[in-house]
């Protein structure tokens, strides 16, 4: 893997951790609600088949029994971009399943803040020569979800200019962090389909924690 792919996939697993910072944000749709999403989280993240081909997982981590986070990674979008009309290059899904919805709410507000002071600071720590450009709040709803934030960003690694959506949100006691980045496309504009697939994978992951209720 190049410098510049270990630098992307640096900068996504601090992202991670950062967007997991997040609070704030105002309910979406409310989903009814007292059945509890059940399962391992491992098994409720959106999984690598539903990702584009070339797609691969590089890197997961267990922080505990009720929270998983994986890294999925696109290494020949660097070399080659992709032919979907996005540019996807990396996936980071968190997710932490809690005892009920109160307790996700708390974890909602209660792990700092995300705006875009701390996320433009995030960027800058998480790789030597990472530049930030923009970084705007993202007014979306999510189909299925009790609570979303979202932000979009813009910055770059050395040469590389990439494009990065930032979702935050509440499936009754689920509470599930999504990055997804993007490379720009020629001419350094954001890839026209990206946001459309960016809120269509959120919506997989609110999909599968909304299937696992009981």
Partial sequence: MSRIALLAVSAL????VAVAGAGGGEPASDTGASL???GDPEDLVVQLEALPSGFQMVGEDSQSPNEYSVV???PEALVSGTDSGTNLLAVVVNLGIYEDAAAA?????????MDRDSIMEDIREASEGATPIAVQPYTVQVEGSD?????GVEYAIGSTHLFEYRYRFIVGNALANVVITA?????GDEPSALPDRAR??????AARLNSARS
């Fill in 13 to 16: 697993l601090v992202a991670t």
């Fill in 36 to 38: 509890l999403v059940r």
């Fill in 72 to 74: 999925y990674f696109h």
């Fill in 105 to 113: 709410g708390e974890q909602f507000t209660a792990q700092g803040s």
């Fill in 147 to 151: 609570q979303v934030l979202a932000f």
């Fill in 183 to 187: 490379l720009a496309s020629e001419g």
């Fill in 200 to 205: 269509a994978l959120v919506e997989e992951q």
